[in-house]
């Protein structure tokens, strides 16, 4: 199983976070390559961006993940914010192709005052320009945690998002906090079952090339999005070691984005690799 976690940069820049990888014991990392609260977009020279990737490769670190900054919004009602929003994911693929980087988290969108069709429309139109812009980087649509006016929460509506982008180069990410949160009963090895069949029966399954594993605060279907370090969240045992050991959910990579420390999310990354043990 390949495990990972989102580590932060250092002073010495993006390299620094390829040490705090290492440093968990991680098989992947995930990063932001701009500051995840502004409109700023990814600033690196070429000296940093030549030593980012030899020090990636040496590594062996795969894949390596980059997430746009929380400040975009995809399917954004207001023409302004779409357009930043645009530009930034602009910018950020050509920095991710640059860099080495090969997956790009795209959080689906979220509709706000506009109604859902306007907002599916907009946040597949911010995709496509994404998937065209890309040479190699991989863009991924994450879906969202069912919070009010969520473009795409849940797998009948990420095959209807991919539907309407219709480029088979977008990509999903699932994170199991969100979809607790969005009701899939993720803490019953049943539910996680039925999960993965409709995913295969959805024909996302091709598409599937991330999971962010993330405990939950909150109980199952309560539409609020708190992560919390495996185990110390709703989930719960049977829960992990049935999306652990899932065929499907299992097969792709898994990123952290858990609130614990460098010794927390190691311990994190040995228990789930343990679950997968036979």
Avoid: K
């Amino acid at each position: 199983m390949i495990l990972g976690a989102h580590v932060r940069r250092r002073q010495t820049g993006i390299a620094g976070a390829i040490e705090e990888a290492v440093a968990r014991g991680a098989d992947c990392l995930q990063i932001f390559i701009s500051n995840p609260r502004s409109w700023s977009g990814p600033r690196y020279d070429d000296a940093e961006a030549e030593r980012f990737r030899e020090d990636l490769a040496a590594s062996g670190l795969r894949p390596c993940v980059a997430h746009l900054s929380y400040v975009g919004n995809v399917a954004s009602w207001d023409p302004i914010t779409l357009g930043r929003t645009r530009e930034l994911l602009r910018q950020t693929v050509h920095a991710c192709d640059t860099l080495g980087v090969n997956l790009l988290i795209v959080h689906a969108g979220a509709a706000g005052p506009q109604d859902r069709g306007a907002a599916l429309r907009a946040a597949a139109e911010s995709f496509r320009l994404a998937v065209d812009e890309a040479e190699d980087v991989r863009v991924l649509a994450e879906l969202m945690a069912g919070t009010s006016g969520a473009v795409a929460s849940l797998p009948h509506e990420a095959e209807e998002l991919l539907g309407e982008v219709g480029h088979d180069r977008l990509g999903l990410c699932l994170d199991t906090a969100h979809l607790f949160a969005a009701g899939v009963a993720l803490d019953d090895p049943a539910g996680v079952a039925a999960l993965s069949d409709e995913l295969r029966g959805r024909a996302l399954a091709p598409r599937l090339a991330l999971v962010h594993a993330n405990d939950s605060v909150f109980e199952r279907g309560a539409r609020r999005d708190r992560h919390a370090d495996i185990g110390d969240g709703l989930i719960g045992h049977d829960g992990w070691r049935a999306l652990v050991n899932d065929p499907l959910i299992g097969s792709v990579p898994w990123m952290l984005e858990t609130p614990g420390d460098v010794d927390r999310q190691r311990a994190d990354i040995a228990s789930l690799r343990s679950l997968g043990e036979r």
